[in-house]
């Protein structure tokens, strides 16, 4: 199994920027492919971005393409999600989850086989 846990969120301004950090255990961390996921209050959790397991290949929600980078050490056993020109619609509860490969439904939540617990993450104006 693997265990994940976020860290770096907090407050934030409008505009301004986080980095998010998911530690992962394990051996096998590096053959994993990651996720950032989000889900606000009242709302369903949303897809925000996602990494292969060599970190070739990223993608995006349209609502952060361009604003929010996800990146990856496997040395360190971490994915990151790097969070700029931030929004009030960005508050939400940030999870990073593994699965083993991206299929064509990466972007479903259904799809990932571990989660961390989350960071807050909250945007004011």
């Known amino acids: 199994q693997v265990q994940l846990v976020e860290s770096g969120g907090g407050l934030v301004q409008a505009g301004g920027s986080l980095r998010l950090s998911c530690a992962a255990s394990g051996r096998t961390f590096s053959t994993y492919a990651m996720g950032w996921f989000h889900q606000a209050p009242g709302k369903e959790r949303e897809f925000v971005a996602a990494i292969s397991w060599s970190g070739s290949s990223t993608f995006y929600a349209d609502s952060v393409k361009g604003r929010f980078t996800i990146s990856r050490d496997n040395a360190k056993n971490t994915v990151y999600l790097q969070m700029s020109s931030l929004k009030l619609e960005d508050t939400a509860v940030y999870s990073c989850?593994?699965?083993?490969?991206?299929?064509?439904?990466?972007?479903?939540?259904?799809?990932?086989?571990?989660w961390g617990q989350g960071t807050q993450v909250t945007v004011s104006s």
């Open positions: 989850a593994a699965v083993p490969a991206l299929g064509s439904n990466y972007r479903s939540p259904l799809r990932y086989d571990y």
